[in-house]
């Protein structure tokens, strides 16, 4: 892990500056006290980043988790008995992670994943303009932004309000000015700069804006460019060691046979592996050294982190899509980089509050910014509008009710669903998917023979497959029966092929017209094939 430091260093200060408003601001959407939610996220960095077994990783308290801890710790009258239901809770996942129940991940199709992807993405934009333009109406700027709510469609109303408000004059120049400097700082960063020298790889873009934005703030306070207390991010600041102490609170066990307590565990125990399982399919995606998650090994993680932020006040933890998102994008390559941002985010609300406390708001929007769009590029739309509609319909199913609703589960939920259906006019079921042979005779090649239609049900069995193949042997992969093969596990054969030069593997796929070995696209070479 310390091998990959000068790569994990910069990218866990950059998720620091991501983290560090998302833990306060799903505290305050959640109605706990703004210091659950930093616990959260150093016990999500240090213990869970150092038990996962994921190398990019981060974990910390989740957006979707608020509306349930926020309705629970009203049904349970005290926080402190909502921090039982925590505690239990993270035991469920532990007995789930021990019981192998980590399989569920596989039954996700990649077009659902990366609808999810791009859902997120677009939430974060929407969620980040009025904290852009100096519009927040919360100490953080996040969750529920603007107070509004047109039933279940909170950000599409609230983008429209935004709107609104930008059209009407209210905006805060100063909030604008720090942003868009902070926005183009970035730009340039990424594009030119940090092709230009070790020294602007070493020092990323985000904290370069972040020091800039503390600089503006101090030298314009009074100032009509000033920003007020409102704009700024709002960290707890102890007075004394005694007063930091009081910012902990620990679970009433008096409650334990209280069935509202363990109705409100198995709820976070399940809503939090789901979204964690979730996550990890996600970043294994993102990830360009294409590493695969033990996901068992993740829900025993994620129960252990459960645990321990529940018996000293935290919020529930998840495995979270936008951190892991911007630990990749900034270079991350082992769990070092989420361990040293829990650590980071440690020594920040002890030692320097007062100095984080003078950041803009609109400086870590300008961040998010490049982290959402990233996630949801028009490239992306295209790409999978040209796969066909089997992936087309169900990315927009997972895109549009997260885009309008801010829900991840529902639009996941909506997704499956409609994957479902489609796999089901393609006649999905079949049992004899992978047949194998050559594993008892010691030539070094294992032929394997794919069935007639082969679906995304089947890429939990076919990546174990791969994963345990040999080094140094051949694999000859038979695909002359197959009439219809999924993307999904396209998308494994062409991560496979990744890590099979690695392993000096050499890959034969053989089909009506031949044997081709180690195609470089078997995305053409199917669709050339017409198994698509």
């Given at each position: 892990?310390?091998?990959?430091i000068k790569n994990d260093l910069p990218a866990s200060i950059v998720v620091f500056f991501v983290a560090l408003p998302l833990c306060l601001g799903i505290a305050l959407a959640s109605g706990a006290p703004l210091f659950?939610?930093?616990?959260?996220?150093?016990i999500g960095g240090i213990v869970v980043g150092a038990l996962s077994g994921s190398k990019i990783g981060v974990s910390g308290p989740a957006a979707g988790l608020a509306a349930i801890v926020f309705n629970a710790i009203?049904?349970?009258?005290?926080?402190?008995?909502?921090?039982?239901?925590?505690?239990?809770?993270?035991?469920?996942?532990?007995?789930?992670?021990?019981?192998?129940?980590?399989?569920?991940?596989?039954?996700?199709?990649?077009?659902?994943?990366?609808?999810?992807?791009?859902?997120?993405?677009?939430?974060?934009?929407?969620?980040?303009?009025?904290?852009?333009?100096?519009?927040?109406?919360?100490?953080?700027?996040?969750?529920?932004?603007?107070?509004?709510?047109?039933?279940?469609?909170?950000?599409?109303?609230?983008?429209?309000?935004?709107?609104?408000?930008?059209?009407?004059?209210?905006?805060?120049?100063?909030?604008?000015?720090?942003?868009?400097?902070?926005?183009?700082?970035?730009?340039?960063?990424?594009?030119?700069?940090?092709?230009?020298?070790?020294?602007?790889?070493?020092?990323?873009?985000?904290?370069?804006?972040?020091?800039?934005?503390?600089?503006?703030?101090?030298?314009?306070?009074?100032?009509?460019?000033?920003?007020?207390?409102?704009?700024?991010?709002?960290?707890?600041?102890?007075?004394?060691?005694?007063?930091?102490?009081?910012?902990?609170?620990?679970?009433?066990?008096?409650?334990?046979?209280?069935?509202?307590?363990?109705?409100?565990?198995?709820?976070?125990?399940?809503?939090?592996?789901?979204?964690?399982?979730?996550?990890?399919?996600?970043?294994?995606?993102?990830?360009?050294?294409?590493?695969?998650?033990?996901?068992?090994?993740?829900?025993?993680?994620?129960?252990?982190?459960?645990?321990?932020?529940?018996?000293?006040?935290?919020?529930?933890?998840?495995?979270?899509?936008?951190?892991?998102?911007?630990?990749?994008?900034?270079?991350?390559?082992?769990?070092?980089?989420?361990?040293?941002?829990?650590?980071?985010?440690?020594?920040?609300?002890?030692?320097?509050?007062?100095?984080?406390?003078?950041?803009?708001?609109?400086?870590?929007?300008?961040?998010?910014?490049?982290?959402?769009?990233?996630?949801?590029?028009?490239?992306?739309?295209?790409?999978?509008?040209?796969?066909?509609?089997?992936?087309?319909?169900?990315?927009?199913?997972?895109?549009?009710?997260?885009?309008?609703?801010?829900?991840?589960?529902?639009?996941?939920?909506?997704?499956?669903?409609?994957?479902?259906?489609?796999?089901?006019?393609?006649?999905f079921q079949n049992s004899h998917f992978l047949h194998k042979e050559g594993e008892d005779v010691d030539d070094g090649k294992i032929k394997m023979t794919l069935a007639e239609e082969v679906t995304f049900f089947n890429?939990?069995?076919?990546?174990?497959?791969?994963?345990?193949?040999?080094?140094?042997?051949?694999?000859?992969?038979?695909?002359?029966?197959?009439?219809?093969?999924?993307?999904?596990?396209?998308?494994?054969?062409?991560?496979?092929?990744?890590?099979?030069?690695?392993?000096?593997?050499?890959?034969?796929?053989?089909?009506?017209?031949?044997?081709?070995?180690?195609?470089?696209?078997?995305?053409?070479?199917?669709?050339?094939?017409?198994?698509?």
């Amino acid at each position: 892990m310390f091998k990959t430091i000068k790569n994990d260093l910069p990218a866990s200060i950059v998720v620091f500056f991501v983290a560090l408003p998302l833990c306060l601001g799903i505290a305050l959407a959640s109605g706990a006290p703004l210091f659950s939610g930093l616990i959260a996220g150093i016990i999500g960095g240090i213990v869970v980043g150092a038990l996962s077994g994921s190398k990019i990783g981060v974990s910390g308290p989740a957006a979707g988790l608020a509306a349930i801890v926020f309705n629970a710790i009203d049904n349970l009258d005290t926080f402190e008995v909502f921090l039982l239901a925590v505690v239990l809770g993270g035991v469920i996942q532990l007995i789930l992670g021990i019981a192998k129940a980590g399989v569920i991940a596989y039954f996700f199709p990649s077009s659902v994943i990366k609808g999810m992807l791009t859902g997120i993405g677009i939430i974060i934009i929407l969620k980040q303009i009025p904290p852009f333009f100096g519009m927040a109406k919360n100490p953080t700027g996040n969750i529920e932004f603007l107070n509004v709510d047109w039933g279940s469609v909170k950000l599409l109303s609230g983008f429209i309000n935004a709107i609104n408000a930008l059209i009407s004059g209210q905006i805060t120049i100063g909030a604008v000015f720090i942003g868009v400097v902070s926005l183009g700082i970035l730009l340039l960063w990424s594009k030119v700069l940090s092709k230009k020298g070790k020294i602007f790889q070493l020092i990323q873009g985000p904290l370069v804006v972040v020091v800039i934005g503390i600089l503006f703030y101090v030298l314009t306070v009074g100032g009509g460019l000033g920003l007020l207390e409102k704009h700024l991010v709002s960290v707890p600041v102890p007075d004394s060691f005694d007063s930091f102490k009081g910012q902990f609170s620990f679970p009433d066990f008096s409650a334990i046979t209280n069935k509202g307590v363990w109705i409100v565990a198995f709820t976070i125990a399940v809503v939090a592996s789901l979204e964690t399982l979730l996550c990890v399919e996600a970043t294994d995606k993102l990830d360009p050294d294409k590493n695969v998650t033990p996901t068992n090994q993740e829900l025993i993680a994620q129960g252990t982190g459960n645990i321990i932020s529940g018996l000293i006040g935290g919020l529930p933890i998840t495995q979270v899509i936008v951190r892991s998102s911007a630990n990749i994008q900034s270079g991350g390559k082992s769990k070092m980089s989420a361990i040293i941002h829990g650590f980071f985010l440690l020594i920040s609300v002890i030692l320097i509050p007062t100095l984080l406390n003078k950041i803009p708001l609109s400086v870590l929007a300008a961040i998010l910014f490049i982290v959402g769009f990233k996630l949801a590029k028009p490239s992306t739309f295209i790409a999978m509008f040209k796969l066909g509609w089997k992936q087309w319909l169900p990315f927009m199913a997972t895109v549009l009710p997260m885009a309008l609703t801010g829900d991840l589960l529902l639009g996941v939920g909506l997704g499956l669903a409609v994957g479902i259906f489609v796999i089901l006019l393609k006649s999905f079921q079949n049992s004899h998917f992978l047949h194998k042979e050559g594993e008892d005779v010691d030539d070094g090649k294992i032929k394997m023979t794919l069935a007639e239609e082969v679906t995304f049900f089947n890429k939990g069995a076919i990546l174990n497959e791969l994963d345990n193949l040999p080094e140094n042997s051949t694999l000859e992969l038979d695909v002359t029966k197959t009439r219809y093969l999924d993307n999904d596990i396209i998308e494994i054969l062409e991560d496979f092929a990744y890590k099979a030069k690695e392993r000096d593997i050499n890959i034969k796929l053989i089909s009506e017209r031949g044997v081709v070995e180690n195609p470089p696209s078997y995305i053409e070479f199917f669709r050339l094939n017409k198994k698509v």
